[in-house]
């Protein structure tokens, strides 16, 4: 069981986040401990982008403070924003783009090389131990356009892998994927958290795929609503109060119309 006296290596202490008249994140207090699998849910327009952008360095603190591996530092090129892999969310990928899979891997050394090193025989190395991780291996010579939208976003993941990171943030991950590759994607996430050791930060609208393999759920909505062991978090009346009209539950199972993703 994962207990408090671990040092945190996310820690929002009332920290508030937005622009000139717009509250995206308010007073946020939370801490994320080495080696644990959390969850942020929440409605469309909660704040969850914001999380995510404040932890990769994009967004500075309005007030309050946070700090990550013991940083406060604000800036994008600090050397401890290396050591975050990040899979943004799922854009188009145009299969005509003349690159391959591991070209698409290798990128992912830059944040750790800076970009003026050029990769050379061992980042190659880190790069197809990635792809391996991920069992795209066999597929590193492959058009990166002619994969599957499942396949693209395991390559997307060796990617964040190979900066070596101790954080694994990913915004979004199943979103546009069939429920199959849905499925599999946060297989492969948990299967890498528990192989790799990796602190992972996985924001999601889907949270009954996740609620049985999450140490934590994070629920925001503007204010941090509840963070705890999804037993704790998933309750009606803690959800009814984010989600409103939106929220049906159905046996164990949480529906919000309004976040319901269609594959595309």
């Known amino acids: 069981m994962l207990t408090d006296s ?23 207090s939370l801490s994320i401990y080495a080696g644990e699998f959390v969850g942020v849910i929440g409605p469309n327009g909660s704040g969850k982008t914001t999380l995510c952008r404040a932890v990769l360095g994009l967004m500075a603190p309005m007030e309050g403070h946070l700090h990550i591996f013991d940083c406060a530092c604000e800036q994008l090129r600090c050397h401890h924003r290396a050591k975050i892999g990040y899979l943004p969310q799922k854009g188009v990928v145009d299969r005509n783009f003349p690159v391959t899979v591991l070209e ?18 061992k980042d190659r190395e880190i790069a197809m131990d990635a792809l391996t991780h991920v069992a795209m291996d066999r597929h590193k010579d492959t058009a990166l356009g ?16 190979a900066q070596q990171p101790k954080v694994l943030l990913l915004d979004e991950p199943t979103t546009g994927l069939d429920i199959t590759m849905q499925h599999n994607v946060i297989e492969l996430v948990q299967h890498l958290h528990d192989e790799l050791k990796l602190t992972v930060l996985l924001i999601t609208h889907d949270i009954n795929m996740i609620r049985s393999r999450v140490d934590r759920l994070v629920l925001l909505k503007t204010w941090l609503y509840a963070a705890g062991p999804p037993s704790d978090v998933l309750k009606p009346d803690i959800l009814s109060q984010v989600y409103g009209k939106d929220l049906v539950i159905s046996g164990k199972d949480v529906v919000i119309v309004e976040d319901y993703h269609h594959p595309h």
Do not use: C, E, N, W
């Open 104 to 121: 698409t891997v290798m990128m992912g050394r830059y944040g750790a090389l800076g970009l003026f090193r050029r990769p050379g025989a």
């Open 6 to 28: 671990r040092q945190p290596i996310i820690r929002f202490d009332h920290a508030s986040f937005g622009f000139p008249g717009v509250i995206a994140l308010k007073d946020i």
């Open 146 to 161: 002619s994969l599957s939208g499942g396949q693209q976003q395991r390559v997307f993941i060796a990617r964040a892998l």
